[in-house]
């Protein structure tokens, strides 16, 4: 077996122990392949290990990568989410090849993907992305702002709004962790009781997944457990 597949069933692991913990079924908790700044071929061994959900930062990385792999047979089944920050002139790149934007943090942003949206294409599935760490570094809206976000997207064609991603502090301290994604999980609640759409808590990277799972997230996005390092952010 690869190291990928090693490292991917050892990824599906904590996944199930965490759900086993929080009482929680595995299988609701889909994993999201974080390949950005890694080569095709790591994609490529991770897919023949049965991983299907794969995350990009990089727009214009991410554009030549899907291209590659659409030309090649026997790749059409990934399903691609754009995670990164998203500057508004990239957003074609975006709305014309993924499944799924999790970044989603702005008004423009919104009217972009729905106007770029090919209409041969499925509606594009959006997270609204929260800074709940309120750290000036990282993107995302604030906590007053999520409601009037939703309301913008769920009246768009082109758009189906799917819940909220965020990115929780960097710290060791599992207090001001937990507060997050306690907040998050609020949040989350309230959204999905206003819009039935909404089923997606996406939350939990290698080193906090066990506890985001604790607080509910129904998605998790993994990128060094299971590709490793990475040389660039
Ligand atoms: C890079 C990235 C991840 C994966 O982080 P790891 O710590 O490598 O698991 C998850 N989510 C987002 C938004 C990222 O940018």
């Not at 490529?44 to 659409?70: C, P, V, W």
């Not at 026997?74 to 990164?84: K, L, Q, S, T």
């Not at 808590?201 to 997944?209: K, N, Q, V």
């Amino acid at each position: 077996m690869n190291q990928i597949a090693q490292h991917l069933l050892q990824v599906k692991e904590r996944i199930a122990q965490a759900a086993g913990q929080a009482g929680r079924n595995a299988e609701s908790i889909p994993l999201l392949a974080v390949s950005k700044t890694k080569p095709i071929e790591a994609i490529m061994a991770a897919h023949a290990a049965g991983q299907r959900r794969f995350g990009e930062s990089y727009a214009q990385e991410a554009a030549t990568k899907i291209d590659t792999l659409r030309q090649q047979e026997g790749y059409a089944d990934i399903e691609w989410h754009f995670i990164g920050p998203l500057q508004s002139n990239k957003s074609r790149l975006v709305a014309e090849r993924f499944d799924w934007v999790q970044s989603v943090d702005r008004d423009k942003l919104i009217e972009r993907l729905n106007n770029q949206r090919p209409a041969t294409m499925a509606p594009l599935n959006v997270c609204l992305q929260i800074n709940i760490s309120g750290e000036s570094s990282k993107s995302g809206t604030s906590e007053q702002e999520i409601f009037q976000l939703a309301e913008r997207v769920a009246q768009c064609e082109r758009l189906v709004l799917r819940g909220l991603m965020a990115i929780p502090e960097h710290t060791s301290d599992e207090t001001v962790l937990a507060a997050q994604m306690t907040r998050m999980q609020a949040l989350f609640t309230e959204l999905a009781r206003q819009y039935p759409s909404v089923d997606t808590l996406s939350m939990g990277m290698t080193e906090d997944l066990e506890l985001a799972i604790a607080h509910g997230s129904t998605m998790v996005r993994v990128g060094t457990a299971i590709f490793g390092a990475r040389d660039y952010s």
